[in-house]
């Protein structure tokens, strides 16, 4: 087991508007959840770190007022991309741990924004 | 601090040929280290990882790794490579409590006919 899914896979929405991701830890309780960002042709950039019930802590750079996330359990981690612009168009990753030292990954969710 | 240098962004080699993708980092404490495999649109899975146990870790899909702490490497490697190996490589390096992971730029293996 360790399996993460997220959903949805492919979002496209229009300028301005809010878009909800979900990660899901499916068969364990993850501890820790992690969000991602990556560009075409680059690698993973970490956006924020969230423990179930507290606030996420977020990489420099990265506006908490913008990604909103929420961990509400701990097999849920929320991420919203509020009044989203072209330029958040992205690929997002979350991934999770159930243990100290291996993250397990979701599929990612390809957001357009059009 | 951690950080992961991959050389070459482009590895290319024949089919049944070996694969070879370095991996060098740096960290202050005893790294545990880490090989994804992402397909095209996909998320990353873990080929592999070395958490202070065995230098010479096996992973899936037969590849495998070895940690050398004299020359701060992690390459991995495969004996033959195989048309469905292409895909991009991601090393990763973490402190040892697991949490704060560190990637590398990534390598995108193709494999030639």
């Known amino acids: 087991g360790a399996v993460v899914s997220q959903h949805p896979s492919w979002v496209i929405c229009k300028s301005g508007t809010s878009v909800k991701i979900e990660c899901r830890s499916l068969?364990?309780?993850?501890?820790?959840m992690f969000w991602y960002r990556q560009f075409p042709k680059q690698s993973l950039m970490l956006m924020a770190t969230s423990n179930e019930g507290s606030k996420a802590t977020y990489e420099q750079g990265v506006e908490k007022d913008k990604f909103l996330i929420n961990h509400a359990s701990l097999t849920l981690s929320t991420l919203t991309v509020t009044s989203a612009h072209p330029e958040d168009s992205s690929f997002y990753i979350c991934?999770?741990?159930?243990?100290?030292?291996?993250?397990?990954f979701g599929p990612g969710t390809r957001l357009t924004v059009l | 601090a951690q950080s992961v240098t991959q050389l070459g962004s482009h590895v290319s080699v024949s089919e049944g040929a070996l694969v070879l993708l370095r991996c060098n980092y740096s960290?202050?404490?005893?790294?545990?280290l880490f090989w994804y495999v992402q397909y095209p649109n996909q998320g990353l899975q873990l080929l592999l990882k070395?958490?202070?146990?065995?230098?010479l870790v096996k992973g899936i899909n037969g590849f495998e790794a070895e940690f050398k702490k004299s020359e701060t490497s992690f390459h991995l490697t495969k004996p033959s490579a195989h048309m469905s190996d292409a895909a991009e490589y991601f090393c990763a390096v973490s402190e040892n409590t697991g949490n704060q992971f560190y990637f590398g730029t990534g390598t995108s293996l193709t494999v030639i006919p």
């Open positions: 070395y958490t202070s146990a065995a230098t």
């Open positions: 991934s999770a741990t159930k243990s100290t030292d291996t993250q397990y």
């Open positions: 960290s202050s404490v005893p790294p545990y």
């Open positions: 068969d364990f309780q993850a501890t820790t």
